[in-house]
């Protein structure tokens, strides 16, 4: 046992040492550059096998792929008109109602119904000043009297090319 421990020391102290007296080493940019490194010095030897070296290539993107992307990816700071927020038991489906009675009354804003425990929330529309979702907002209480207590404008992540 005593023997296990000064060895495990004396092999810390030897690594400490040697690092100590290394220069100091830029940091590799991917994992390529890091395979690269530790084979360097020829002491270690890394195979990688042919499907994680291809991972490893960088990836050519035609600039026609980034207007394929979700709307999702790449969103900005804005504003929302909230016409619904709920946790009942039947929340979804008083939201889901809400949802198709504003877009046939509003087909050109986009409306997402959203869980986000414990509240189904319903938010129309992609506003980029709180002006437009303020007038937007007016106009929904004006078309729906009902909701007038529940239409809200809200900061929210909105798609930038709406």
Known sequence: ?????????????????????QPEATAPTSLQNIVDELQADGIISVELPQSLYDRLQPVETPADAKEAQPSSVGRMAGYRVQAFSGNSANAKREGQTRENQIRNFFPEYRCNLVYNAPYWRLRVGDFRTRAEAEEAAATMKRAFPAFKREITVVRDRIAPNY
């Not at 060895?7 to 040492?17: G, R």
């Open 1 to 21: 046992m005593v023997r296990h421990i000064t060895f495990t020391a004396i092999l810390l102290a030897v690594s400490v040492a040697s690092f100590a007296q």
